[in-house]
């Protein structure tokens, strides 16, 4: 297999790679092991304090909230955490934690820790509530592992007069096929490399007569062919979104009499996912194709010892 990340890409999160010399299976193997096994840090332990407290004017607020504490601790998890990898090691692997029950695993090797406070509008505020955001976390360490300015406004919980919110909360590495929490990405698909070909030129003006443009501002006109061929993958997908404009129930599908065909390009898949942010899909990738890689090692090994 060999991957080239298509022109133009990736754009912001999302990402578009070409896949040649390979097959369906393969290019299945790589969304399954991006969805299941590219590890990335997710909040996994929450720890909520209770009581009251007071500001400096004497006014006492409770920790009271609209949600459960279930409910935000679940949309604490699904908050993207900064991720890097090469800094940190699963809860298991950290020598730190040898000899300790679970329940006491915790180090700057395989922990993020988060601190809130927060409170609701005081008695004499015109606000009635306040909404908490995950940018409103607060990192016990190094300002990169703050939650990022892309989703610092994710709602958490809103808090009514006279409540607070005061929580810690507790990042470890994982993987999505433990919860989706650690999944690094979404929409992950991939679809056989096609190629466009004008067969009616004239008849296919029924098409570019419409004067269409793709949402990357590319026109949908006979300029995106040579020789009556298109390959640009970018261009034939905006092609064939295209196409619904003159396809069944349209009232233009005998005119246009299939003026432009596509045909698959063997061996070769568009490859695309979105990452969630916190960190990058061209990192994403190139996880995923190591652990397939230390995957079939493994079993390349077993195999030879059975043998042997």
Known sequence: ???????????????????????????????????????KMAITKVRFEQGISQDNKGEIFESVNALPDEVIAH????????????????????????????????????????????????????????????????????????????????????????????????????????????????????????????AKPQKAKVLFDLNLTSHSGRVIDSKLFTKKECTDVDAILDLERAMHQVGHGTGREDAFAEAIVFEEMPGEFVFSFDSDGSFSPEAIFNKACKELVDRFDKIATDLDRVLA
Request: proline share 7%; charged share 25%; glycine share 4%.
């Open 75 to 198: 949309r604490l998890a699904m908050v993207p955490v900064p991720t890097f990898l090469d800094e940190f090691v699963f809860p298991e692997d950290d020598p730190n934690n040898e000899n300790l029950p679970e329940d006491q695993w915790g180090s700057p090797l395989s922990q993020i820790i988060y601190h809130l406070s927060a409170r609701g509008p005081a008695s004499d505020d015109e606000e009635d509530f306040k909404t908490v955001y995950a940018g409103d976390l607060n990192v016990l360490g190094e300002t990169k592992l703050q939650i990022s300015e892309e989703h610092a406004r994710i709602p958490i919980t809103i808090l009514a007069r006279g409540h607070f919110l005061e929580l810690y909360a507790y990042a470890t590495l994982g993987r999505g096929r433990e919860h989706a929490k650690w999944c690094p990405a979404a929409a992950v698909t991939f679809q056989p490399r096609m190629k466009a070909i004008l």
């Open 1 to 39: 297999m060999k991957a080239q990340i298509i022109e133009g890409w990736p754009k912001d999160n999302s990402i578009r790679i070409l896949l040649t010399e390979t097959n369906a299976a393969s290019a299945n193997s790589l969304r399954r092991a991006i969805l299941a096994d590219v590890p």
